[in-house]
């Protein structure tokens, strides 16, 4: 057989360059690099070193104009699209190579765009017998492969969580610029409580620890994987995609901008690319060349233990911004052996882990993966076995660590009526009063850094509030519930069918707080005459009284 007449449009922006060079090293590749500017394409392609048998040339080409006249004269084999941005794209260019007879692989990542891929693409392409894929990236290709690679044969999956951190010195293009731009500050979706939800681009945030490199705050952005993993693998909780800059006054800019959209000070970002690209130079002196991507995933294994497993990937020496391009050149090798059935898909799922990693090999670029096993529930650890054992059945559904993630019921909020009450429940998000609210509470069960954890969070009619409960073992290993700077030493007791959780002790920015200031707990588990599980949680303030109380019950989602 000939060469493959493969053409790369986009072929001299960032992540086109690199996915040039690096498809120049497969054999029998006739590689097309394309470019507005004929000039400037064919310098890029004299600049690559192609393998024996392959050859490189440029050629001008504005795809945006003339496309199917150019491709019946090109006639390609491959058709592989790298221009972006994709937010707000057609399918013009996949559809006209799929009628020039060519394969069309995209590095899309904007999520209308591949949602809408194949029911518009995909009779055309199983008509002609040709592959279409979108998305052959870091996002949805590269994340979900590291998904199913950890997830293997397991019985249920609680809670997915994906993170990008490039290095601060990555090169970046005025496309990766506008595709951030066009969501920040506007609703993006997120899978949350089992079901399709909302969140805010770039401001829903937290903070995680990237193996191999650092703490850093990332934000929610819009992805494909939310909507299509969730649904998919019945995912019982949440899944959640964050990005994040190791450069502070980019991460925060950014944040604030998002801010200043939602608020509707700013309607549109887009005459800021310029701007933000020129302070981009200025901020990189004070960043890295090391970027990772993170895949962490909990829920019941192929045992039924529960487990966190997680995916990392490290860059370093700046070949960072080759990761975009992996699945790309993945999918090319899987079309020359004939591997991939006819049609048009999302390329999510379309290629396995081991098939982009091996695309790896050039670069500094390492992967690891890691697995652990829970083990006994916090409350189980906290009292112990015996007694957990001996709690009514809907107690030990909702604190096992097999338990189920989300729980959802009816509740009655009351409210104490003093300023610093007014105050407190403002700053902490506890709900306000009413006589009857739905409620949801989620329990994410982790495992890695820090020992095992719960973190809990409530959802009354739409008002969320979230602690963090572990063993403080300096202390015995009591159980400890923390809601940001303060936490609780809390002194569980269970008999009678009850489970009782008071305030034992308290600390603010970790120094204690003096027995005066500690707020009273009267709280208690039991299970109600229609044996579902049922809460009465009372916080009483030292002088100023009540502070909230809510009263109701609860029944797993499932």
């Known amino acids: 057989m000939g060469r493959r007449r493969v053409l790369l449009i ?18 029998g590749l006739d590689l097309i690099v394309t470019s507005r500017d004929a000039d400037k394409a064919q310098a890029a392609a004299r600049a690559i070193r192609a393998a024996p048998g392959t050859t490189v040339s440029g050629i001008g080409l504005d795809h945006r104009n003339g496309l199917a006249d150019r491709l019946t004269e090109i006639a390609p084999w491959l058709v592989i699209d790298a221009s972006g941005p994709f937010q707000g794209a057609s399918y013009d260019v996949p559809r006209a190579a799929l009628e020039a007879g060519a394969h069309v692989v995209d590095l899309a990542d904007a999520r209308d765009y591949i949602l809408g891929y194949g029911p518009v693409l995909d009779e ?11 998305g052959a990236s870091s ?20 809670a997915i969580d994906i993170a990008i951190t490039p290095g601060g010195r990555s090169e970046v293009g005025e496309a990766v610029i506008a595709a951030i731009l066009s969501y920040a500050g506007r609703p993006v979706p997120v899978w949350r409580e089992g079901e399709l939800q909302e969140t805010t681009g770039w401001l829903d945030s937290r903070v995680i620890a990237m193996p191999r490199l650092r703490r850093q705050r990332v934000a929610a952005v819009e992805t494909v994987d939310v ?113 991939l059935e006819a ?64 729980w959802r019921g009816r509740a009655r909020v009351e409210n104490g009526k003093s300023p610093v009450a007014w105050l407190l429940r403002r700053i902490i998000g506890l709900p306000e009063a009413t006589d009857d609210v739905p409620v949801t509470v989620s329990v994410e069960r982790t495992a890695m850094e820090g020992g095992a954890a719960e973190i809990w969070t409530r959802n009354f009619g739409g008002c969320r509030f979230s602690s963090r409960l ?41 120094l204690p707080l003096p027995r005066f200031l ?30 909230v109380r809510y009263v109701g019950w609860l029944t797993p989602r499932a």
């Open 470 to 510: 572990d063993l403080d073992l300096d202390r015995g290993g009591c159980l400890r519930e923390r809601f940001g700077p303060v936490s609780f030493r809390l002194d569980v007791t269970a008999g009678n069918g009850e489970l009782r959780l008071p305030v034992a002790a308290a600390r603010m920015l970790g």
């Open 227 to 339: 909507q299509w993993l969730g649904p998919r693998l019945g995912v019982a909780s949440r899944i959640g995609f964050h990005a994040g800059l190791e450069s502070h006054i980019e991460q925060w800019g950014l944040m604030a901008l998002a801010w200043l959209r939602r608020t509707g000070l700013i309607r549109s970002l887009d005459g800021l690319i310029p701007a933000l690209l020129a302070a981009r130079r200025l901020t990189q002196a004070t960043t890295s060349n090391r970027g990772g991507m993170l895949v962490t995933v909990t829920g019941l294994d192929d045992d039924g233990i529960l487990r966190q497993a997680r995916w990392s990937l490290l860059a370093e020496q700046g070949d960072g911004p080759q990761v975009p391009t992996l699945a790309a050149a993945a999918a090319l090798r899987a079309l020359m052996r004939g591997a």
């Open 343 to 406: 049609g048009a898909r999302p390329a999510a799922g379309a290629l396995t882990l081991r098939e982009i990693e091996a695309e790896l090999a050039p670069y500094a670029i390492t992967t690891h993966i890691e697995s652990k096993a829970h083990g006994p529930a916090l409350l189980q650890r906290a009292l112990d076995t015996a007694t957990f054992s001996a709690l009514p059945g809907p107690l030990q559904a909702f604190h096992g660590a097999e338990g189920y993630p989300v």
């Open 10 to 27: 986009g072929g001299t922006g960032v992540f086109g360059r690199r996915l040039a060079h690096h498809l120049a090293r497969t054999e």
């Open 518 to 547: 500690l707020p009273r707990s009267e709280a208690t588990e039991s299970v109600d005459t229609q044996g579902r599980f049922h809460f009465d949680v009372k916080l009483t303030l030292p002088i100023f009284g009540l502070l």
């Open 124 to 134: 055309i392409a199983r008509s002609r017998g040709l592959v279409a894929l979108a």
């Open 139 to 158: 996002t949805p290709a590269l994340s979900t492969a590291a998904v199913a690679a950890i997830t293997g044969g397991w019985k249920r999956i609680d």
